[in-house]
Structures are given as C-alpha cells and as structure tokens.
C-alpha cells in the first residue's frame, strides 16, 4: 500500500512537541527555495538572527539557529565550551537534565550530576554545595523547562553563582523559548539553545543558540579542537560572519518557516505571548484539578505551557490517550522515565496556547473519562 503526504490526517497537536504550525508559516516554507549564499537569504538569516536576539533577550553576535532538532543544538553547546577533562555541573531532575549530563561525558567532561525528584526544582543551594565542592568546575548546565516534569526552573541565582566560581552557564530553553521569559542577558547564561518546534511554532528542524563573548573566548582558548565539526561555532562563524564562508547548506526553507514565526511573535509581542500562556495554561490547569486530576510539578514552578498531570486513581493512562488520538485527533503526551504510565503530558505552546484548544481537549477527555 502506497501512501502520499496528501493522504495524512492533521491532528490538534497538544503534546509535549511538536506545536501547532499556523498556515503562515507552512506557506512561507513552500516559497521558493533560493541558495545559501543568495544575498536575499544572507539577508533573511541575517533577520532572523536579530530577531532571535531580542526572543533570547541578549546581544550576543554569535545567535543563530543551528541546523537539526533541539537536540542538536544541545549537542553544540555541550560539544563547544566542554573540554576533555572539565568538571561539569549538571542538574538532574528529568529526561532532559539527564541528557544533558550524557552528552557531557560524551564531550570528555567529568560529570557531577545535581539531582532532584521528577517534579522539583534543583535548588540553588545544590548547586552552590557543588560548586563549593568542585571549585574547578568549569560549566554548570540546567534546563529551564524540563518538558518531561513540567517543571519550570528558576535561573537568575543559578546564574549568579556559576560566575561567582568562574564557570559558564548553560542553559536549555527548547520549551521555554517564546512560552516564558528567558532573559539570557539578565540571567547571565553564557550559552541557551532552543528549538522551533515548541513554542516557537515552527516546525522541527532548527535550534536556535546563543553564545555568550565569554563562551566563545573560552571555545577560542580551548587546547583540542572541538570534536563534532559540524558544530564547531568557530567555523560556523565563517558563514555567519562578513566572509560568508561556505561551512554547510543551510536548511533554506525551514529558515523560511522560522523567520516567519519569528515575525507572528513580534506582531503578538513577547510580552502579550507570555500571558497568554500563562493564562490558557493556568486555565487548564485549574479544570484539571477540578477534574481529580494532580499535578507532577512542584506548586509554584510549574510550566503553563506543558502540564504534566498524573490521572486520577484507578485510570489507566495509555488507552484513554490513544482514544484522544483516535476518536478526537488529539495529540497528547504520556510520562517518560519514572514517571511512564503515570501521567499525561499536555503541551499548550505556541500557537495552540488558545482557549479554544483548552475547550476541545477539555470535552474531549470529558467523553473519554465518562
Ligand atoms: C524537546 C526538548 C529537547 C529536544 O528537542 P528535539 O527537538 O526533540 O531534539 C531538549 N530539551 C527539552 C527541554 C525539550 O523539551
């Protein structure tokens, strides 16, 4: 049996990732494809990366989407300020928190995990303690929205004391970006990578980085070469940059698409984009409760734009989901790791944080629980 893109079904995307792509954006992504060095696409990449700026809330030069998935770019971070042999601070509270420490010691880094329960925060005082205990620790790496708990991640002291002990900060903002504020500059995260495929409303396939003068002094000072070539921010640099030295293709089209979610942000305005999730998430958040539904994360730092709600007793998690799928064409998320089989994970980012979307999946899980 044969199958066509044409013949797939389009579903309400409410899970974890990806988000609800508006039609805005997919007809920017049928435009014609034009080359890389084209000056009309210098000149789009160009934008889009001084519109990135001012999302990520920094004026770092060396912001730009890297091309791949927000893993990706998690990769780049990683792979560019970890040298073989530097200790790595790494909070660990969830799927993403965990992946970051495996990549650190793929990097060569020596790694020390700073763990909480899935659903908590790492607190600061934990990564004080282990800075105190590693005053040679060289980055400290936490995740803003750790998509996996729902958990939203406090920065600004974390950041406070990662240079107080003279490491760099790293930070994942893949569902925090365009959902909540991120303020690299004010927080003083020295590299924050993203994703388009959460809040950003955009399709997978791009992650948008930035790196801090520091982080890139300390990638200018490095004694090896960065290992993954792909994503050596010193030769990215060279396309980046005046030269316009070929490194890669970039993926033209899909910096169509984010160029143009980028633009749909700046007509909302960042700031009206923030209440509205945390208006349509709180809202969701509230009828679940009142549904007996409990929340994973820790009260007080929880995300609205990704609910991890456990179900109510006695409910089994999997079939009700996949009858959301099936019957409603509802895209929800299930627990991952410890928390598999206990909990939904719903995702109320970017251009589905609506109320309206709040209603249809409300009724739909109103039909499914009856
Ligand atoms: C989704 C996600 C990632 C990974 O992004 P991919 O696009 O799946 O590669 C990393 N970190 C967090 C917090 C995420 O939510």
Known sequence: MSIRVHDLEPRLLLGPGPSPVPDRVLQAMARPTLGHLDPQFLQLMDDVNERLRGVFGTKNRMTFPVSGTGSAAMEASLANVVEPGDTVVVGVNGVFGTRLAEMARRMGGEVVE???????????????????????????????????????????????????????????????????????????????????????????????????????????????????????????????????????????????????????????????????????????????????????????YRLPQLTAAELPDGLEEGPLRRRLLDEHGIEIGGGLGPAKGKLWRIGLMGFGATDENVDRLLSAIDQVLA
């Open 114 to 300: 700073v763990e909480a329960d899935w659903g908590r925060i790492i607190e600061p005082d934990q990564i004080e303690d282990a800075l105190g205990a590693h005053p040679e620790a060289a980055v400290v790496a936490v995740v803003a929205a750790e998509t996996s708990t729902g958990v939203r991640q406090p920065l600004d002291e974390i950041g406070r004391l990662a240079h107080a002990h003279d490491a760099m900060l790293v930070v994942d903002t893949v569902t925090a970006l365009g959902g909540t504020p991120v303020e690299v500059d004010l927080n003083g995260v020295d590299v924050a990578y993203s994703g388009t495929q959460k809040c950003l409303g955009v399709p997978p396939g791009l992650a948008p980085i930035s790196f801090s003068k520091q982080a890139i002094d300390k990638v200018e000072a490095r004694a090896t070469p960065v290992q993954s070539w792909y994503l050596d921010v010193s030769l990215l640099a060279g396309y980046l940059g005046s030269e316009r030295r070929y490194h890669h293709t970039a993926p033209i089209n899909m910096m169509y698409g984010l160029h143009e979610g980028l633009v749909a942000l700046g007509e909302e305005g960042a700031q009206a984009r923030y209440a509205r999730h945390a208006r349509v998430g709180g809202r969701l958040q509230e009828e679940l409760e009142e549904r007996g539904f409990r929340m994973f994360a820790q009260e007080g």
